[in-house]
């Protein structure tokens, strides 16, 4: 079993659909959790980041972390072309760590 | 403010060439510093860890290396390319005080070996 598993999608909604991104993991030690969004040919960048289990918001972005599922979504309210991107989960169990990251999901939002 | 640099940009190389990609971090001290390689359908794969000048860890065997020689500079290296090199290769930084959970990637590196 991988330690971190992420549907790859592609994933295709309208604008404006809420979109929901998720991974569960089987390391019951990981308690540091981020998304990253990666677009075509780019470096990743830090879209989320979440300690421990509960809810993080930020703008049309919340992060939600169930460490009893070992499970971890993403959420993205009324979706905009810009937010057609690969989208990663990553997690660790210790702070300065190597992070494992998901395989990434591919999201499409058409206008 | 943070940034990290990488080049070349893209960088297609013959097989059994050398390789050497070259990441800088500005605005901070001490970071961690990482290598990634990202190959189509197998996501990000840990290459090389740094916690300081001259220490590094290896995660994968392999036919590249990596050195440290200043301590917001992290070298990516190979004597010989094989094709199986071809893939995007990212570095990242982590603050060693504070925040080391959160990893930032630089633009990468597109290397194609042919």
């Known amino acids: 079993q991988k330690e971190v598993e992420q549907d790859p999608g592609p994933l295709s909604v309208p604008e404006g659909a809420i979109v929901s991104l998720n991974c569960t993991y089987s390391n019951s030690a990981f308690q540091y959790f981020m998304w990253y969004r990666q677009y075509s040919r780019k470096g990743p960048e830090l879209l989320m980041y979440t300690y421990s289990s509960g809810n993080k918001e930020d703008g049309r972005f919340t992060a939600q972390v169930d460490k009893s599922s070992k499970y971890i979504s993403l959420f993205i309210r009324d979706s905009q072309p810009s937010d057609s991107a690969t989208y990663l989960c990553?997690?660790?169990?210790?702070?300065?760590?190597?992070?494992?990251f998901g395989k990434g999901t591919t999201l499409s939002v058409s206008s | 403010s943070q940034t990290i640099h990488q080049w070349p940009a893209t960088l297609v190389q013959p097989v059994g060439s050398p390789l050497s990609l070259e990441c800088t971090v500005e605005g901070t001290s001490n970071p961690n510093l990482y290598w990634y390689r990202q190959a189509a359908g197998r996501g990000l794969q840990l290459l090389f860890y740094?916690?300081?000048?001259?220490?590094i860890s290896s995660e994968v065997p392999q036919n590249l290396s990596a050195s440290r020689p200043q301590d917001r500079q992290f070298i990516l290296s190979s004597k010989k390319l094989l094709l199986s090199d071809s893939g995007f290769y990212l570095c990242?930084?982590?603050?060693?005080?504070?925040?080391?959970?959160?990893?930032?990637f630089g633009p990468g590196t597109r290397l194609l070996v042919l």
């Open positions: 740094s916690v300081g000048i001259g220490q």
């Open positions: 990242a930084w982590s603050g060693a005080r504070g925040y080391q959970e959160t990893q930032y």
């Open positions: 990553a997690m660790s169990d210790q702070a300065g760590t190597a992070l494992i």
